[in-house]
Each structure stands twice: as structure tokens, then as C-alpha cells.
């Protein structure tokens, strides 16, 4: 299910909603807010965020490192959320959820973007994704083992953790102020440097709809987010398109690079 669903580009309109999902939780959400580079370096911290998550899937003998990495560089991040409580990044409830919101935002991006997921599809993808998190050197113990039991997991989650943390509305300010894109073909930047002060708002308001709009709608009311009918309209006339779109698509405009590569080499 992964190999064939991470790499798509699909993924990339996906990834915005888990990770707003996790800085909704106060301690996940005061460790970015202290120690992430996210506001000095967006773009650059959106494409580690995007390899790593590839790399997990895709890297081979390299995802087992990448994973120790992970872990070795949030050792040292600790600190005292907003609620005056301290935290730890590698607390396991805290990790374990960071790893978790992948699945519910695959499921729901899918069930737009792609199709809804059969019973026996769903189950393989959970399966698949704690996986991952054992690569990640989250423990069997710290996350449930099944999808029966990770619903009743979610919602508790949901209903006595999460919240609008700073941090998440941050994320979701068109006003907030980012940086012109310093990633991507030159020529693209080049372009777009003189232009950015009047595509920063239109941009940040689409990345807004589709990272709500993409994230499961019980997410949503938990921490909170406006979602209108109009909005939904919108976003499944959108999904249409998607739907119609991508899987016509050649290999190399489908597939993120590092997945396209060890799709190939997987064939060789």
C-alpha cells in the first residue's frame, strides 16, 4: 500500500493536514514553536520533512537510519508547553502520535484523492504504517496493534489533547509571514522572487483549505478548524480533478523523485 501511495504526488497535498494534526497536541506544539526552524526556513524544513517521510518507505537499508536520526535529533528537545507542563519529544505518547496521524490523513486523502480504501486495504495499511514506526523505534507497546484498536486510541486523542495551539494557527494565518520559495528549479524562484508579495496570501489561503480540508473531519472539529458546506463543495470538485488527472500521468510526473528511483530499481 505504501510503496504505492507515499510516493504519489498526491502525498504531497496530504502532508500539510498530519502535520498541523501534530502540533495541535500542546506539547508537540510548544516543541516546534521552541526548537523547529519553521519560520526562518519553511521550505527547506517542508523538503526534510517530505524526504524523511520517503525515506522510511522507499530508503531501504537507509529508512533504518533515517530513523535513528530522527530519534538522535530530538534527544534534546525538551521544554514546558503552554499549559505549564514540561515535555519531552521523545516521551513515547508524544512520538507515537506524531507517527500516527499518518494513518487516519492517508485514509481520508485516499478516500478523495484516490478511491476509499476496502476493509482488507485499510487493515494492510495499518499494518504497513506500524511498520514504519518500528523503523521510526517507536515500540509495539506505544501504539495500538490494531485497527480495531487504534479508533478508540484516536478519538481519545482527540477529545482531551488536542487544541488551536499557536502553533497551528500560525499555520494557518494567510497573513503569516513566508519567505519566497528558495527550493525548486531556479528558473521557477527567479520568477516567482519578484512576485511573491502578491501570490504570499493567495498561496497561504489555498495551502489553508486543502491542509483542513484534507484532514479527517473529526480531527477538524476537535481542534476546532471552520469548515463550511461551500468549502467541502469546493474541495471535492477539486478532488475530481485529481482523481482524473493523476493516475494518466507518466511515472516521472506521478512519483516524488526518491520513490520514482526505487520504483525503477525495484524493477531492475
Not at 523547529?36 to 533504518?64: H, I, K, M, N
Not at 486495504?121 to 506500524?130: F, H
Not at 521510526?136 to 496493534?145: A, E, S, Y
Request: glycine letters at 6%; aromatic letters at 8%; zero cysteines.
Amino acid at each position: 500500500m505504501l510503496w504505492s501511495v507515499a510516493g504519489d504526488v498526491r502525498a504531497l497535498l496530504m502532508l500539510p493536514a498530519a502535520l498541523t494534526m501534530q502540533v495541535a497536541h500542546p506539547a508537540i506544539g510548544a516543541g516546534v514553536d521552541e526548537h523547529s526552524v519553521f519560520r526562518t526556513d519553511p521550505w527547506g524544513r517542508g523538503e526534510r520533512s517530505l524526504r524523511s517521510v520517503q525515506l522510511w518507505v522507499y530508503g531501504g537499508a537507509d529508512a533504518a537510519a533515517e530513523g535513528r536520526r530522527l530519534r538522535a535529533l530530538h534527544r534534546d528537545i525538551q521544554g514546558t508547553d503552554a499549559h505549564g507542563r514540561r515535555y519531552h519529544a521523545l516521551t513515547p505518547a508524544y512520538y507515537s502520535w506524531v507517527h500516527a496521524t499518518g494513518y487516519p490523513v492517508y485514509r481520508h486523502g485516499l478516500a478523495l484523492l484516490h478511491r476509499p480504501l476496502t476493509e482488507a486495504q485499510d487493515r494492510r495499511l495499518y499494518a504497513e504504517w506500524l511498520q514504519v514506526g518500528r523503523i521510526l523505534g517507536i515500540h509495539d507497546r506505544d501504539m495500538p496493534q490494531t485497527v480495531e484498536e487504534f479508533w478508540p486510541y484516536y478519538r481519545r486523542v482527540l477529545a482531551e489533547e488536542l487544541e488551536a495551539t499557536a502553533v497551528v494557527r500560525e499555520l494557518l494565518d494567510p497573513d503569516a509571514p513566508v519567505p519566497a520559495p528558495d527550493r525548486g528549479p531556479l528558473l521557477l524562484r527567479i520568477a516567482l522572487r519578484p512576485l511573491w508579495p502578491l501570490l504570499r496570501r493567495p498561496f497561504q489561503r489555498i495551502r489553508a483549505f486543502l491542509t483542513v480540508g484534507l484532514m479527517p473531519p473529526d480531527a477538524r472539529a476537535a481542534i476546532g478548524l471552520e469548515w463550511t458546506p461551500g468549502q467541502e463543495r469546493r474541495l471535492r470538485r477539486l478532488a475530481r480533478v485529481v482523481r482524473a488527472v493523476v493516475p494518466v500521468l507518466p511515472e516521472r510526473l506521478r512519483y516524488l523523485p526518491l520513490a520514482r528511483r526505487a520504483r525503477q530499481a525495484a524493477r531492475r
